[in-house]
């Protein structure tokens, strides 16, 4: 009797009233409170488009490290009307929504995990109903947007749209760097059909089949083609932003993150060495820069470990335990990243 309450209806409308709720809460203590509800990373995109409304670059705003695609979406906050400065954060609260029914839909696939309607209904629960994934996307952090991508790109390669599951993750991996990650495990998930074995032969002669034939079936048509869709989007839109908004786009977006040295609010391993490596006591003369070499044990674990062990048994849980690693090795760990 007690599952009877527990419908999608309830749990929809009950994950869009509590980011309603969030929403006219932030809106009240941004007025009242000298502690602001909205995070300061949404100030950074809003000033982001109003540079952008006014013929500019976004990377006119200071510590702006994102695509352009972000402040592009963001137009809208520029409009007249102190409502329309809230779009960000309803766009993003949206994300969360459709992130959570995207999960569904993976679940009760039998590809994914083959779960039944109410089952997966409780695991999106999780999300959907979670008051820190509310709060973050309500406080204007873009991070729904990105998770909308990732799931939407499990979904299409486990529903077999490998094409579509290329342009996400050439989107993805444009928005923010990290999702390239996931290409590896869906590369070695997307296995090539078995081949009938070969008639008996000399030794030598089957080696050599079987070599040729183990080549053969790793360049398989679906690879071929989640690569070159991945490549031709990501590529696609680096140049057209490269093409309006040169080095700056580069240097920001992309280049940034390699030398990123952040000791504040975070819960990263490396948090100590990187704030003694900002000290201005600290002599850079020497080439060796610790926080260039940070992402080795982070990107050993997440793109290339974890995916050849786990990928071919279970894409999703791979996915996930990916997540964690890159979470966990980051330079920079916040309670947003988690």
Not at 128 to 157: D, F, K, Q, Y
Not at 227 to 235: C, G, K, P, R
Request: proline residues 4%.
């Amino acid at each position: 009797m007690a599952s009877s309450y527990f419908t999608s209806t309830i749990v929809f409308s009950s994950a869009i009233i509590l980011r309603i709720v969030l929403l006219l809460y932030g809106l009240i203590q941004d007025e009242i409170s000298p502690v602001k509800y909205t995070d300061i990373d949404y100030f950074v995109f809003t000033d982001a488009a109003r540079y952008l409304s006014r013929g500019g670059s976004p990377y006119q705003r200071e510590t702006y490290r994102y695509t352009p695609l972000l402040a592009w979406l963001l137009l809208p906050t520029t409009f007249p009307g102190a409502a329309w400065f809230s779009f960000g954060k309803v766009l993003f609260a949206v994300a969360d929504i459709v992130a959570g029914w995207l999960t569904i839909l993976v679940l009760k696939s039998p590809a994914g995990r083959g779960m039944t309607a109410e089952r997966a209904l409780k695991f999106a629960a999780i999300w959907l109903l979670n008051p820190m994934v509310a709060t973050i996307s309500t406080r204007g952090s873009s991070e729904g947007l990105l998770c909308v991508m990732v799931v939407a790109l499990l979904w299409a390669v486990i529903h077999g749209r490998i094409g579509l599951a290329g342009v996400l993750l050439g989107l993805a991996v444009h928005f923010k760097i990290y999702p390239f990650i996931y290409g590896v495990s869906i590369l070695w998930y997307l296995e090539a059909l078995p081949t009938s074995k070969p008639s008996r032969q000399k030794d030598s002669e089957l080696s050599r089949f079987v070599l040729v034939q183990q080549i053969r079936d790793c360049i398989t048509p679906d690879r071929i083609t989640f690569v070159l869709t991945s490549l031709a989007t990501f590529t696609t839109l680096n140049l057209l932003m490269y093409s309006l908004y040169s080095t700056s786009f580069l240097t920001h977006t992309f280049l940034h993150h390699l030398t990123r040295i952040d000791h504040r609010h975070n819960f990263s391993p490396y948090n100590t060495l990187l704030y003694l490596s900002s000290s201005s006591t600290v002599d850079h003369a020497s080439n060796f820069r610790f926080e260039s070499l940070a992402f080795i044990p982070q990107l050993a674990l997440s793109a290339f470990l974890i995916p050849l062990a786990l990928a071919k048994k279970d894409l999703a849980g791979t996915m996930l335990a990916q997540t964690f690693a890159f979470v966990t090795f980051n330079k920079v760990c916040t309670s947003q990243v988690f």
